[in-house]
């Protein structure tokens, strides 16, 4: 194992803050207010509950009846701002003829918006390929007048999302996962370095000078700054990307990482954003891929839909459990079938005590006190604590499945991993949770 060499960024959050109750936000480039346009949360992974769903008699844009807003009313959303998803192919309404004519969502959602643009409403994002559907500032009256449009399938308003990592002092790394059981051996075998694949890191942008990464690590794209530069001034991606591929710290030794940047420098984002990630992964992934995503919040269909997507896409997704020692069944991404959702273990093989668990985990894997790539300079380590740090894990490992078997299938992918999961290791693994444990010697 190598010596941790920690670093102490000066934006760390002092232990004990509260996560994440809002989001900083400018009219300039911060997704976290204009630009993201959108979103919802279903509290508890199921109907929205009494005052979190608002519905008006107005007819919608093209339509008529109740619109409904998911979310409304739940912590952490962000005032005017909805995520509009359209219905299906197949799904429209009969009468919906706007759907039919239009070839584009931007143009679908120009002719949703004819009533709205002079009050003020803007289409923010558009989604075509993980969802079909767009983002939008409006005021209230509008989002439900949409909602009730039947070309659409829901909306939902937009909310803060915030990473799954926690800084902590030192040490431990990679040593768990290529082995059956405990004591440690100091050492980690692979039978491959996934030189063929593509990880793309959804989170707070990579630091991609970093000695860990060579010349393997390049930038995608940046939804924070709407800018081709998905830099790391958090440190929480760069850290779960040297976990994924670092040649030290990660799994897949010589994977290239890929930057889709939707968190921002105090490792919060907005649900928009982070679809907007999904959507380009979907679109742009280079195959064979794997995906990771440390983002976890309240539970809604619009990030389930839209991770789906990614899979869907032929992207193989590992997502963190979560950090709030309760079910994982009532966060997105988390409790999509789709994904691989990870909880995290400490070095004795017991469930770190803040991880999620329940029938939505997939996999254990090594999440407390882990050891990777830092962003304070080219060499810094840090150690980072989380299901954040557990996902990257399944992901390296993933890769690595994918580097021997590259016209592997998601689904493939999957049922490999958890086949060869080592069972019955992890001790107090929570109520309903599968015991597996990640194991990567396929």
């Given at each position: 194992?190598?010596?941790?060499?920690?670093?102490?960024p000066?934006?760390?959050?002092?232990?004990?803050?509260?996560?994440?109750?809002?989001?900083?936000?400018?009219?300039?480039?911060?997704?976290?207010?204009?630009?993201?346009?959108?979103?919802?949360?279903?509290?508890g992974?199921?109907?929205?509950?009494?005052?979190?769903?608002?519905?008006?008699?107005?007819?919608?844009?093209?339509?008529?009846?109740?619109?409904?807003?998911?979310?409304?009313?739940?912590?952490?959303?962000?005032?005017?701002?909805y995520?509009?998803?359209?219905?299906?192919?197949?799904?429209?309404?009969?009468?919906?003829?706007?759907?039919?004519?239009?070839?584009?969502?931007?143009?679908?959602?120009?002719?949703?918006?004819?009533?709205?643009?002079?009050?003020?409403?803007a289409v923010?994002?558009?989604?075509?390929?993980?969802?079909?559907?767009?983002?939008?500032?409006?005021?209230?009256?509008?989002a439900?007048?949409l909602?009730?449009?039947p070309?659409?399938?829901?909306?939902?308003?937009?909310?803060?999302e915030?990473?799954?990592?926690?800084?902590?002092?030192?040490?431990?790394?990679?040593?768990?996962?290529d082995?059956?059981?405990?004591?440690?051996?100091?050492?980690?075998?692979?039978?491959?370095?996934?030189?063929?694949?593509?990880?793309?890191?959804?989170?707070?942008?990579?630091?991609?000078t970093?000695e860990?990464f060579?010349?393997?690590?390049?930038?995608?794209?940046?939804?924070?700054?709407?800018?081709?530069?998905?830099?790391d001034?958090?440190?929480?991606?760069?850290?779960?990307?040297?976990?994924?591929?670092?040649?030290?710290?990660?799994?897949?030794?010589?994977?290239?990482?890929?930057?889709v940047?939707?968190?921002?420098?105090?490792n919060?984002?907005?649900?928009?954003?982070?679809?907007?990630?999904?959507?380009?992964?979907?679109?742009?992934?280079?195959?064979?891929?794997?995906a990771?995503?440390?983002?976890?919040?309240?539970a809604?269909?619009?990030?389930?839909?839209?991770?789906?997507?990614?899979?869907?896409?032929?992207?193989?997704?590992?997502?963190s459990?979560?950090?709030?020692?309760?079910d994982?069944?009532?966060?997105?991404p988390?409790?999509?079938?789709?994904?691989?959702?990870?909880?995290a273990?400490?070095?004795?093989?017991?469930?770190?005590a803040?991880?999620?668990?329940?029938?939505?985990?997939?996999?254990?894997?090594?999440?407390h006190?882990?050891?990777?790539?830092?962003?304070?300079?080219?060499?810094?380590?840090?150690?980072?604590?989380?299901?954040?740090?557990?996902?990257?894990?399944?992901?390296?490992?993933?890769?690595?499945?994918?580097?021997?078997?590259?016209t592997?299938?998601?689904?493939?992918?999957?049922?490999?991993?958890?086949?060869?999961?080592?069972?019955?290791?992890?001790?107090?693994?929570?109520?309903?949770?599968?015991?597996?444990?990640?194991?990567?010697r396929?």
């Amino acid at each position: 194992m190598c010596t941790a060499r920690t670093e102490q960024p000066s934006h760390a959050r002092p232990k004990g803050l509260a996560p994440l109750q809002h989001a900083k936000r400018t009219k300039k480039k911060s997704r976290i207010a204009v630009a993201s346009a959108a979103a919802f949360v279903l509290i508890g992974g199921t109907a929205v509950g009494a005052g979190a769903l608002e519905s008006a008699d107005t007819p919608g844009p093209g339509g008529s009846g109740v619109g409904e807003i998911r979310g409304a009313d739940a912590p952490g959303t962000i005032d005017g701002e909805y995520i509009v998803v359209m219905k299906k192919t197949g799904e429209e309404a009969a009468d919906s003829a706007r759907l039919k004519s239009r070839t584009s969502v931007r143009e679908l959602a120009g002719s949703l918006l004819d009533d709205a643009d002079a009050r003020g409403a803007a289409v923010q994002r558009t989604y075509a390929t993980a969802l079909k559907g767009f983002t939008v500032t409006a005021d209230r009256d509008e989002a439900r007048r949409l909602a009730a449009d039947p070309a659409v399938a829901y909306v939902e308003q937009n909310r803060v999302e915030r990473g799954n990592g926690t800084q902590n002092d030192p040490t431990w790394g990679l040593d768990r996962v290529d082995q059956r059981d405990l004591p440690l051996s100091d050492s980690y075998s692979y039978d491959s370095e996934a030189a063929n694949v593509n990880a793309y890191i959804v989170d707070s942008g990579i630091r991609i000078t970093h000695e860990e990464f060579g010349s393997r690590a390049k930038y995608g794209v940046d939804f924070v700054d709407d800018d081709a530069k998905a830099d790391d001034c958090h440190g929480h991606g760069t850290h779960v990307a040297g976990t994924v591929g670092g040649a030290t710290y990660g799994v897949a030794k010589s994977a290239k990482l890929v930057a889709v940047r939707v968190l921002d420098c105090e490792n919060r984002g907005t649900t928009a954003d982070v679809i907007a990630g999904y959507d380009w992964v979907a679109k742009n992934a280079v195959k064979p891929a794997v995906a990771n995503v440390s983002i976890g919040g309240a539970a809604t269909d619009a990030k389930d839909a839209a991770v789906t997507g990614m899979v869907e896409a032929g992207v193989t997704v590992a997502v963190s459990a979560g950090n709030s020692n309760t079910d994982s069944c009532q966060q997105s991404p988390a409790r999509a079938p789709a994904v691989l959702t990870v909880a995290a273990t400490s070095d004795t093989d017991a469930r770190w005590a803040s991880s999620n668990y329940g029938k939505c985990v997939d996999l254990f894997a090594p999440g407390h006190q882990v050891v990777s790539a830092g962003r304070a300079s080219d060499t810094a380590s840090a150690t980072m604590t989380g299901t954040s740090m557990a996902a990257p894990h399944v992901t390296g490992a993933a890769a690595l499945y994918l580097g021997a078997h590259p016209t592997a299938s998601p689904s493939t992918v999957t049922k490999a991993m958890l086949d060869a999961s080592s069972k019955s290791k992890v001790t107090s693994p929570g109520a309903d949770s599968p015991n597996r444990l990640l194991y990567s010697r396929f």
